[in-house]
């Protein structure tokens, strides 16, 4: 992978941590693409967004906790983190509680995002 | 310039998180379940055309889902039109 | 001391609950390995990462955890690869009892 | 223009990986290169060698192992995704002491860093869901 060559990639996550594998999928991606050193960002869009609940107690269901493993994302300096307001204000989340720190774009940025990256993957 | 992919009913979240974010110059290609979204007088159709964004509904699954009729044949692509859009489109985004 | 199908084709534990710091030197053993208290410090670290995290490390997560929790000097891949050759995260998580990285990196 | 493909449809619902495989025979017709199909997910059920689908519909299996034999293809399912739906290779269904491998050899069981270098790598990225 030349250096030269690096693609800006953004992943679009828009499951629920715990109603399917794919919210699983997509964080285990970013930590790959960082652990390879590429350039990697996050939106979370629409349900994705219910991933930075606060206090998520998975073993209640006997799976791995993704809040917890979001919380990790600084260390494989993944700190590109956007989060959709919309479904912020929707679901009445607290961001400052939440998992990781993430920066709430509106529509209009959430599409400049998306235009400002080389390649999208929409889980 | 953004190549939105949808597999996914209009009855969705999937569709309405795409549609919010479509913008003005986008391409939308309709397959799988999304093809429903292209019937004409629909709420989710009419939302569509409201965006300005180049509609385009895979021929085969509009077909199996039995509203080929309903269709202006001007919206319909084969495979390779779908291969001709990837090459237009830089960056494609899946909604499903 | 642990009978050999407490453990997988890998050497990893089977069961994560049966980990106790007399396994931890089998393990070790294993591995051509004597646990001296540099390794216990990285041992029980990885435990902590586990705790707060729910996964077990990549290296440059593990590098900076050991940064963050025991100060620059030990904060570095070297380091690391001085008590845990070849593969530190890896071999680490497997003495620490921890769970086999299942994303394979 | 060289591609990479995403596949995280299942092959046993709907048809969106069947049209994932189509799209990859077109690419191949218009001259473009593909480097890697990578299989995520439910995805990586496309890999199976022992599943049985009706005889009076389309062969989900076979339009891959034409790609990857015929067009030098390369296929890689994911190996978490793989072991969770019980997609072994053979030295997984080994380590994993289990009585039989279910992946067709004509795929590669590997890790997320194949999809990093495959994205990175590629002037397209074509993604298949749902």
Known sequence: MAASEAKRVLLVIRHSPYGSSLARASIDLALAAAAFDQDVSLLFLGDGVLQLCPDQQADAVGSRNLGRLLASLPLYDITQVYVDADAVTRYRLDLAAAPVTAQALDRQAISQLMGSHDHLVGF | MILHTLNASPSSAAFADCLRLISPGDALLLLGDGVYAALPGTPARLALDDSAVQLYVLHDDAAAAGILGRIDSAHLIDIQGFVELTERFSRQMAWY | MLPPDAFDRDGFLRRLDDWTPDVARQIASAEGLALTEGHWEIIELLRNYYREFDSSPAMRPLVKYCALKLGSDKGRSIYLMSLFPGSPAKLGSKIAGLPKPDNCL | ?130
Request: hydrophobic share 45%; proline share 4%; with cysteine.
């Open chain 4, 1 to 130: 223009m060289i591609y990479s493909l995403l596949v995280m449809s299942s092959p046993a619902s709907g048809h969106c990986a069947m049209t994932a495989a189509r799209f990859a025979q077109a690419l191949v017709a218009r001259g473009h290169s593909i480097k890697r199909v990578f299989f995520l997910d439910a995805g990586c059920c496309n890999g199976s060698a022992t599943a049985v689908f009706p005889q009076d519909e389309d062969q989900r299996l076979e339009p891959w192992v034409t790609l990857a034999e015929q067009n030098g293809v390369e296929l890689v399912l994911c190996i978490a995704s793989a072991l969770k739906h019980g997609m072994l290779d053979d030295s997984e269904a080994r380590r994993y002491d289990r009585p039989a491998a279910t992946v067709h050899p004509a795929f590669i069981v590997s890790g997320l860093g194949q999809l990093v270098e495959a994205v990175a790598c590629a002037d397209r990225l074509v993604t298949f869901g749902g």
